[in-house]
T-cell receptor
């Protein structure tokens, strides 16, 4: 089956720093989503980005489908950015099943 | 409004109990999902409903029984669970049925289940 690998697994930042999270996938995908899971467990949709670049405030994402990777950029990080960031992909004919990477655990310190 | 609601937020049950988890969405979405998430792991798909019909059962034990009474509501009935079933149970929905392509999924806040 498809492999979804995220790096780094853990990241510690000082408030105000920038970071880049990476998601590699081993096969062609129909769609890709980035989520932030807060400490209470809520999965928050960040981006729905099968290809191209999108920006939302301090966050932006780029997916290069032909090279099978996606990047999530966090600029001017805040303590509220702490949590786990997941990328998840869906396959063609896969009943819209989301296949998650293992996540990047981010801690932002004041 | 992209809200999916789940009740209860927390549930503690014994191994002989029967309980149910509830998920609702009022966005007119036609596909609904149950995921299970163990601590420090990513969510894993359990069931998919498309137009109120079960599309996928990811080989889930029969002690978990899903039900989709209408297009807005998804239940997960629990019976004779084991301690290893303790996890965060997440519900999600997406706009179209699963035979109509792939679409963004929206998640509820989850039910944190503890089996004693």
């Amino acid at each position: 089956g498809i492999q979804v690998e995220q790096s780094p697994p853990d990241l510690i930042l000082q408030e105000g720093a920038n970071s880049t999270l990476r998601c590699n996938f081993s096969d062609s995908v129909n769609n890709l989503q980035w989520f932030h899971q807060n400490p209470w467990g809520q999965l928050i949709n960040l981006f729905y980005i099968p290809s191209g670049t999108k920006q939302n405030g301090r966050l932006s994402a780029t997916t290069v489908a032909t090279e099978r990777y996606s990047l999530l950029y966090i600029s001017s990080s805040q303590t509220t950015d702490s949590g786990v960031y997941f990328c998840a992909v869906t396959l063609s004919g896969g009943y819209n099943k989301l296949i998650f990477g293992a996540g990047t655990r981010l801690a932002v310190h004041p | 409004d992209t809200e999916v609601t789940q009740t209860p937020k927390h549930l503690v049950m014994g191994m002989t109990n029967k309980k149910s988890l509830k998920c609702e969405q009022h966005m007119g979405h036609r596909a609904m999902y149950w995921y299970k998430q163990k601590a420090k792991k990513p969510p894993e798909l359990m069931f998919v409903y498309s137009y109120e019909k079960l599309s996928i059962n990811e080989s889930v034990p029969s002690r978990f029984s899903p039900e989709c009474p209408n297009s807005s509501l998804l239940n997960l009935h629990l019976h004779a669970l084991q301690p290893e079933d303790s996890a965060l149970y997440l519900c999600a929905s997406s706009p179209r049925g699963t035979s109509q392509g792939t679409y963004e999924q929206y998640f509820g806040p989850g039910t944190r289940l503890t089996v004693t």
